[in-house]
């Protein structure tokens, strides 16, 4: 087994996530089978229970475990399935043994066995990343283990990227190599020797300041290269290609005669279709988390593959829940006015995952709005909960009605906690990972979108479901609940069949979307948006579509297109800028 660690240095946010995954592109495009592994230095044993405010979205993986968003970078850019034993924290490493240097080698040795790509024998090659910045405390027991690590497996079998800044300033407008001296200074002073450099930057390194690099960090000058800001972060492979990362990897790893040249002909047009596109389309996001969008990353990747699959531009329409509501209108009218014309001006609306009853009525505004305007509208496992909440509210004339979660004592408990879950303990206590749903009415939307099948698996994560014993009820007045579990007791998709696109979901779809492979909800919701849903229920599930997609119901080229997103926290936090304001 060889192994490639990615480390950052100077500041946290350089997107040590994208490069690692890039890198796993690139040594996948030279025949080399991949896998990758996460650590975070963290005391939680996992994502879970951590704050989309300070750590983004939580990624859940086939096997329920709950993780970092990174690992959902690596399974979209490898198209892989990893498992919980894939993200290390401190947390887990804690609870095993106390000799914790010995332990994180060994879990290392054995996940990196682990295949991930749906063929037996292990992976050539495994992509870790360390999470944080170089001198953190926290990362200090992960980094003496690796350098341990490297000595264990030995030369040629270990390569370390060490990702860092490059700083301009504005002052003077030179790049500026000191951050870096340092934190590569720092790095070898912790036992680990970078064998390559990747630097960040506004813009390409001038050949100086690579020399000056070279000099002072004792790294070949062919072995530093620039990642500076880009359109989309589908260049970051071609990046690595064009200053022959590949071959510096290959070479430190011994594998120079065994890989192919990269083979990136397909990334290279998706690629280019993908700074081309202009005609959009808008999607209005109504949450609870709209100033971080990391919260809803694997939401927007999502909307992003189904809309390239359309040749459409998305534009998220950033829609915070509770500026809908009347006490807005009271306290703040002209918020509340900004609110609702963008949901207006939206070609479709989406209500993604959450908890906690904040903003939970501007959400059900949301899912009245499109209902009765006609608008596409997907809901996504609290946003189906609240489309259920509301078409009893306002059809079946239930004004009390809703979720146990948000009212106790109401009198018509539309949404109810799981019979096997947990209201005292937080963590892992809900439906989690890959699940089975069975479609029970065949010529449904749903089901033409997932290709006629008869039933598809998707992960979960919740703890309340729509009441089986209003269902028939529900029903009657015009939901159709499309989409059970094995059971038949679990609602797991509903649709509006007199409603151009109402649908909503229990489980998350955005966590198998990949790039030229689009969730079928995503992309019946694009399609749509953009007037080509007739085409898109045609042509089927988007794994089963032409290699071409669908533009005015004709095949086109499918590719990923970035939209119009807000900065995380201000931060990179692991993506590209295009330098202006609009972040990748």
Not at 19 to 26: E, F, L, M, N, R
Not at 137 to 158: K, T
Not at 436 to 463: I, M, Q, W
């Amino acid at each position: 087994m060889k192994y490639v660690l990615v480390t950052g240095g100077v500041v946290s946010g350089l997107g040590k996530g994208v490069t690692a995954s890039s890198i796993g592109v690139i040594l996948k495009a030279c025949g080399l089978r991949v896998t990758s592994i996460k650590i975070d230095p963290y005391l939680n044993t996992d994502a879970g229970t951590m704050s989309p405010f300070e750590h983004g979205e939580v990624f859940v993986l086939d096997d329920g475990g709950e993780v970092d968003l990174d690992l959902g970078n690596y399974e979209r850019f490898l198209d892989i399935k990893l498992t919980r034993d894939n993200n290390i924290t401190t947390g887990k490493i804690y609870q095993v043994v106390p000799h914790i240097t010995d332990a994180i080698q060994d879990w290392i040795e054995r996940v990196a066995m682990i295949p991930v790509d749906g063929k037996e024998g292990p992976a050539d090659v495994c992509v870790i990343e360390l999470g944080g910045t170089i001198g953190d405390i926290e990362s200090m027991p992960f980094i003496e283990a690796l350098g341990q690590f490297s000595y264990r497996v030995g030369p040629g079998n270990f390569c370390l990227i060490h990702v860092s800044l490059v700083p301009v300033l504005n002052v003077v407008g030179e790049q500026k190599t000191k951050p870096t001296q340092h934190s590569v200074r720092g790095l070898r002073g912790l036992g680990l020797t970078p064998n390559i450099l990747a630097c960040r930057s506004t813009k390409v390194l001038e050949e100086n300041v690579k020399a000056k690099l070279a000099q002072f960090c004792h790294i070949p000058a062919e072995n530093i290269v620039t990642l500076h800001d880009v359109p989309n972060i589908w260049h970051i492979p071609l990046l690595l290609r064009d200053q022959k990362a590949h071959e510096a990897i290959l070479k430190e790893l011994n594998l120079l005669g065994v890989a192919r040249k990269p083979a990136l002909e397909l990334w290279t047009a998706r690629t280019k279709v993908c700074d081309m596109l202009h005609d959009p389309v808008r999607i209005a996001m109504v949450g609870k988390y709209t100033g971080l969008s990391d919260s809803y990353l694997s939401v927007l990747k999502a909307l992003l593959h189904a809309s390239v699959a359309c040749h459409r531009k998305l534009i998220v329409e950033w829609v915070a829940a509770g500026d809908l509501e009347d006490a807005t209108a009271i306290e703040a009218p002209d918020v509340y006015k900004a609110a609702w014309d963008l949901l207006k001006g939206a070609d479709g609306v989406l209500v993604p995952g959450g908890f906690g009853d904040r903003g939970v009525q501007g959400k059900i505004l949301a899912a009245k709005y499109a209902r009765e305007n006609k608008v596409p509208f997907l809901g996504i496992c609290l946003g189906m909960q609240i489309a259920v909440i509301e078409f009893a509210r306002s059809v079946l004339g239930m004004c009390d009605t809703n979720s146990t979660e948000f009212d106790p004592e109401t009198s018509h408990p539309c949404v109810v906690f799981m019979p096997e879950g947990s209201k005292t303990h937080m963590g892992a206590t809900m439906r989690l990972g890959s699940r089975r749903t069975y479609f029970k009415v065949p010529d449904c939307k749903s089901a033409k979108l997932y290709g006629n099948a008869s039933f598809v698996d998707e992960r979960h994560r919740h703890r309340y479901e729509v009441n089986p014993d209003m269902v028939s009820q529900l029903e009657n007045a015009g939901l159709s609940f499309v989409g059970r579990d094995e059971t038949g007791r679990r609602m797991e998709i509903v649709e509006l069949p007199s409603h151009p696109y109402f649908i909503g979901v229990q489980f998350h779809p955005e966590f198998k979307s990949r790039p030229g492979k689009p969730s079928a909800v995503f992309l019946g919701l694009i399609g749509a948006a953009c007037g080509h849903l007739e085409a898109v229920l045609k042509y089927g599930h988007a794994s089963k579509l032409l290699t071409k997609g669908l533009s005015n119901g004709k095949p086109m080229v499918k590719i990923h297109q970035n939209g119009n997103l807000k900065p995380s926290n201000g931060s990179l936090n692991g993506v590209y800028s295009n330098g202006n304001g609009v972040h990748y």
